[in-house]
C-alpha cells in the first residue's frame, strides 16, 4: 500500500519562511511532486524531485531524502496568495504513471 | 489551448441515478485519470487510462465506469448515484513522451452531490 503523512494546517506570517513536510512509505519510487490547491480550485504543479536533494524555483524549494522517505517544500518571503493547499503526492514505479497524494496541508498565511 | 476541461461544474443527483462526467484535453496527452477529492482523505484515483481503448482501476473504483474510444476524451459513468459519491471529482492528463518530469494536469472540477 501507499502512506502518505503531511501536516493538516499550518499558519505562517506574512513575509516569513514556512517548511511543509511530508514523509512516505510507497511500493515504488518514481518521483515526488508538490501541488498548491486554492478552494474551489484544481491542483496546480509546483515542483518535482526525483533525486536527493534540495530544487529551487523562485520563492518556492523542494527537498527530497529517498533513504528516509521525506520531502519539504519551502516557501519563502511568504505572500497573502500563498494561503492554500499544499499536496505531496508520489508516483510509484508501477502503474501508469499515476499519482498517489497525501492528504494536504492548508496553509493560512496571516498579516 | 483549452487544457482539460470538465463539464458539469456542479450536479445534484438522487440516489439510483446514473449520469456521465465529462472530460476532454486538447493536448493529444495520453495518459488521463479520474480522481475523487474528499475532506480529510486527498485525492484519490478511480481509474486512469495509458491510451484510447486502455483502462484500468485505481485505488477507488467501485461504482464507477470509464471509457477511452478516442485519445481527447475520458467520460467517468455513475451507474447507480449513491450518497458516498458525493465529492469532488478531477480529471487530469499526462504525456506519456514527455520527460519523467512532466506532471499530470487537472480539470477544474465537477461537484456532485448525490440525495
Known amino acids: 500500500g501507499q502512506n502518505i503523512d503531511q501536516p493538516t494546517e499550518m499558519t505562517a506570517t506574512e513575509g516569513a519562511i514556512v517548511q511543509i513536510n511530508c514523509t512516505y512509505q510507497?511500493?515504488?519510487?518514481?518521483?515526488l511532486f508538490w501541488y498548491q490547491q486554492h478552494a474551489g480550485e484544481a491542483p496546480t504543479f509546483l515542483s518535482y524531485?526525483?533525486?536527493?536533494g534540495l530544487e529551487e524555483k523562485g520563492r518556492f524549494s523542494s527537498f527530497l531524502s529517498r533513504s528516509k522517505g521525506y520531502s519539504y517544500l519551502l516557501l519563502k518571503e511568504l505572500q497573502m496568495k500563498d494561503s492554500a493547499s499544499y499536496l505531496c503526492?508520489?508516483?510509484?514505479?508501477?502503474?501508469?504513471?499515476?499519482?498517489?497524494f497525501g492528504t494536504g496541508t492548508r496553509l493560512t498565511v496571516i498579516p | 489551448n483549452a487544457g482539460v476541461t470538465q463539464t458539469p461544474k456542479f450536479q445534484v443527483l438522487k440516489t439510483g441515478q446514473s449520469m456521465t462526467l465529462q472530460c476532454a484535453q486538447d493536448?493529444?496527452?495520453?495518459?488521463m485519470s479520474w480522481y475523487r477529492q474528499d475532506p480529510g482523505m486527498g485525492l484519490r484515483l478511480i481509474h486512469y487510462?495509458?491510451?484510447?481503448?486502455?483502462?484500468d482501476q485505481g485505488e477507488v473504483p467501485n461504482g464507477y465506469n470509464v471509457s477511452r474510444s478516442t485519445t481527447e476524451d475520458f467520460p467517468l459513468r455513475l451507474l447507480s448515484a449513491a450518497p458516498s459519491q458525493t465529492s469532488v471529482y478531477f480529471c487530469?492528463?499526462?504525456?506519456?513522451?514527455?520527460?519523467?518530469?512532466?506532471?499530470?494536469?487537472f480539470g477544474p472540477g465537477t461537484r456532485l452531490t448525490v440525495l
Open positions: 487530469a492528463s499526462r504525456s506519456r513522451a514527455g520527460l519523467s518530469t512532466d506532471t499530470q494536469y
Open positions: 510507497t511500493s515504488g519510487f518514481n518521483g
Open positions: 524531485n526525483v533525486l536527493d
Open positions: 503526492a508520489v508516483r510509484p514505479q508501477t502503474g501508469a504513471n499515476n499519482l498517489f
Open positions: 493536448m493529444n496527452h495520453e495518459y
Open positions: 487510462s495509458v491510451g484510447a481503448g486502455i483502462t
